[in-house]
Every structure is written in C-alpha cells, then in structure tokens.
C-alpha cells in the first residue's frame, strides 16, 4: 500500500526535474493519443487524471478542440509547472480573446475525485494509476464521474516494469527497492468487476538504455517514481550493498548499454447506459511493439 502523503511530497520534489526525465512518460502519451484518432467521441468536458506538467494536455485539446479539458493531480507542484506551460499576462488575455480556453486544474486524489458523478465525457490517464492503493476505488471513481457513454483510456504499469533492477537488489537487503505492479488481466478483470462496459486490454514492453545505473536510478527520482510502498528501506543502501547491487545489474549489459524495461498497459472501456454490465470479460489483445521514437 502506497503512503499518499510520500506519493505527493515526491512528486511534488520532481515538478522542476520531471521534464527531463520523462522521456518514457512522453512516448506514452503519443502513443496513447493515436488511439484517440479512431474514437468515436465528442466530449464537452475531458478530465486527465495524473496529469503531470500537462503534457498530454495540447494532445486531448487538438483532438477534441470544443472540449472543456480538466486537468488533475495529487501533487500541487506539477500543476504549477502545468500551469508554467500556458502563457500568462497579455498573451493569455490576447488568446482568451480570440476564444482559447485554456484548462482548468484540479488538485486532487483519482481515488476520491472532486468532481460530480456524470460531469465528465472522456477520463484519460497515462502512467498514474500504479500510484493508487486499490485499482477497484481508482476505477469505481472514474466510472462515477462519466457519463453514461463516455469512455475511460489510461496506460499503467505491469509487472514486469524495472525487472532488471529489481533482479538486481533481489537478496541485497531484504528491503523492497522496486514496486510491485499488477498483471494485466487482473487490471481488465477490476475494469470488468466495477461496472465498465466492453473493457479491452493491451500491452507492450518498451526498454530505455542507459550507460550507468545511477542514470536508471537518476531518471526514476527525477520523475518522482521511488519506492513508495511498504517495506521500503528507510536510509541509505551502505557502499558494499551498492557495488553489490551495480555488479547484479551489469549482468543485464547489452551493446555497451544497460536496458531498463516498462511493461506498460494500455486499457479502454465505456460507462454503459443504464445498469452497469459487471458481467463483461476484458478483452486482451496481442499488443504487436514498434520501435520508441
């Protein structure tokens, strides 16, 4: 279980470094939105739960231009940095004038959203919901807030993410380095159980390289992704564990470079008309990869 106070203050720490490290979280978004381009939708309001520094923002509002788009965090500190992307002073008020409508921003925990049940058209979440204590709250709040016939799209993490650094501190410690994420049928299988209508699940591993492992280690706190669940180890690893750990992950070096994988989840599914279809199975489709741009 995740401590949401811990989850806040780190991302809330990683709003000015977040950028430059979410290279991964980008690539996630572009992908994400080309499934956009097939949906058969035309939302009034859109809400991104986890938005971050907004990135996907400028993709939901290109596809959606008449939508009013809600953009929501748990941490303040990225919603300033979201709100750091929108011009301000005259520009915006130039912009505002020739009929920009710029987001609204919401702090707030996708486990108890702030939002009225049936206000919302389209929920869209990338890389946030591994953050959330139970997926069956997470989603029970996403199903609340649509209205009936909106659509829920979100990415998330599998198990296999960060395989080969958790291989690596296996047996350093005793201590859990690296979270647990959950299994994609288990994630259709919630979708399902809650209420949501023709739930469909894909997946894909996507693998970033490094040169050094304190490079892997950089861009994980750079985002603001630690360990934040129980069973994490409270100070800092000695120097023997370290060289340990770094020798563990050099097993794993392929053409000069150390890979770190994401096994990253991709889900869609629609709040029914009338009674919710909690019969519904997920639908798992082979995932064919491309190369990350």
């Known amino acids: 279980m995740s401590d949401k106070s811990l989850v806040r203050s780190a991302f809330d720490q990683a709003a000015d470094t977040y950028d430059a490290s979410a290279a991964l979280q980008r690539e996630v978004v572009e992908r994400m939105a080309e499934k956009l381009e097939i949906v058969k ?96 709250q997470a989603f029970s709040e996403c199903l609340r807030v649509l209205k009936p016939g909106g659509l829920f799209l979100f990415s998330t993490l599998g198990p296999d993410t960060l395989k080969e650094l958790r291989q690596a501190f296996a047996g350093i410690d005793g201590h859990a380095h690296v979270n647990r994420f959950t299994d994609m049928h288990d994630v259709g ?24 492992v304190r490079d892997v280690l950089r861009d994980l706190k750079g985002i603001g992704a630690h360990s934040l669940r129980d069973g994490r180890r409270s100070g800092l690893m000695g120097k023997a564990a370290w060289r340990a750990m770094e020798a563990s992950y050099e097993r794993f070096r392929t053409d000069g470079f150390l890979p770190s994988s994401y096994e990253v989840l991709y889900g869609h599914a629609w709040k029914p008309h009338g009674e919710p279809a909690a019969t519904d199975k997920a639908q798992v489709i082979d995932f064919h990869p491309r190369t990350p741009k």
Do not use: H, I, N
């Open 189 to 212: 299988d919630t979708l399902a159980r809650v209420g949501f209508s023709s739930p469909v699940m894909e997946m894909e591993m996507l693998t970033m390289t490094y040169e050094t």
């Open 41 to 136: 939708l035309e939302p009034l309001r859109m809400l991104d739960v986890g938005c971050g520094t907004g990135y996907a923002g400028p993709f939901l509002e290109k596809r959606f231009p008449k939508a009013e788009l809600v953009e929501l965090d748990l941490a303040p500190g990225m919603l300033r940095a979201t709100r750091a992307r929108q011009p301000g002073g005259w520009k915006r008020w130039l912009a505002e004038l020739q009929g920009k409508r710029f987001p609204v921003q919401v702090c707030g925990d996708v486990e108890a959203l702030p939002l009225a049940s049936e206000s919302v058209d389209l929920v869209w979440s990338s890389l946030a919901l591994q953050w959330c204590d139970t997926l069956d």
